[in-house]
């Protein structure tokens, strides 16, 4: 032992002050690289197999009437809206300090799920410069999905509101951007911070991004389901193969 402590004495005489500052700050480096590793938002992976569903179809009215009169009838359709898509259901996961190959050292399982689903065209987010979103960034994509600011189910007249709860997208808080509150059991909800499934857009280096504050089992747009998140995105209503989708989380309190 006192040969080991002559020896450690030598050596760090040896590395001198520089030295030692050099090692001290790379291990300080290596130990923050397993804490920072889930700071930002991470790519999700998804569980089994995605259900789809297009919506009903609807038969159309019909009656016979005898010639030689005038039918007055006023028809209603809520048509499917091809310019958008939903996706909802449920997100598990745990707390781990890990390195870059998924070997963990320790894990924590979550007994429930707080923290935003992040949803974009771009598969490649670092989540490095995040904003707001502003009209630039929704009609950047207006143009990429064949709409306008001025149409009744653009992006701009869905995420209607500026009104949503606080949260923070890795260290960066975030307020006052572009929000919608979607439905609950079928019914409309009021748009604002207390609504139990708020979509909030946002600007992340350039590219638009949905995300969708998540909820712990709760009742979603059916009377019959519960779901952990609810989001919709914008699509090209032309385009039957539609865009990819990349689905990122963040998982906190």
């Known amino acids: 032992m006192s040969d080991f402590k002559m020896d450690f004495k030598s050596w760090m005489g040896g590395m001198g002050i520089k030295g ?4 001290l700050a790379l291990v300080l480096i290596f130990a923050a690289s397993f804490y920072f590793v889930n700071a930002v938002p991470q790519g999700a992976s998804v569980q089994g197999t995605p259900s789809v569903d297009a919506g009903p179809t609807k038969s159309p009215y019909g009656r016979n009437d005898s010639g030689g009169r005038i039918i007055t009838a ?40 707080a923290g935003e689903l ?6 490649s987010l670092t989540f490095g410069s995040v904003t707001c979103a502003n009209q630039a960034t929704m009609d950047a994509d207006h143009v990429i999905l064949g709409m306008a600011a001025s149409n009744d189910d653009s992006i701009n007249k869905t995420f209607n509101s500026t009104t949503h709860t606080p949260f923070n997208v890795g260290t960066t808080p975030l307020s006052g951007c572009p929000s919608t509150a979607l439905w609950v059991n079928d019914t409309v909800q009021t748009q604002g911070a207390s ?58 309190t």
Not at 20 to 23: E, I, K, V
Not at 93 to 109: K, T
Request: charged residues 15%.
């Open 118 to 123: 992040y949803v974009s065209r771009d598969g």
């Open 74 to 113: 006023n028809f209603n359709l809520e048509q499917q809206n091809g310019g958008w898509k939903a996706y909802v259901g449920n997100v598990s996961g745990s707390y781990v300090l890990q390195n870059a190959v998924n070997e963990s050292i320790y894990e924590w399982p979550l007994s429930s799920v």
């Open 195 to 252: 609504a139990t499934w708020q979509e909030v857009l946002l600007n992340v280096s350039g590219s638009l991004v949905y995300a969708s504050i998540l909820n712990n089992d709760r009742s979603g747009f059916t009377n019959t389901t519960t779901y952990d998140f609810q989001a919709i995105v914008a699509e090209n209503r032309t385009d039957s193969a539609g865009h990819t989708y990349y689905f990122y989380l963040e998982l906190g």
């Open 20 to 23: 030692f500052s050099a090692l």
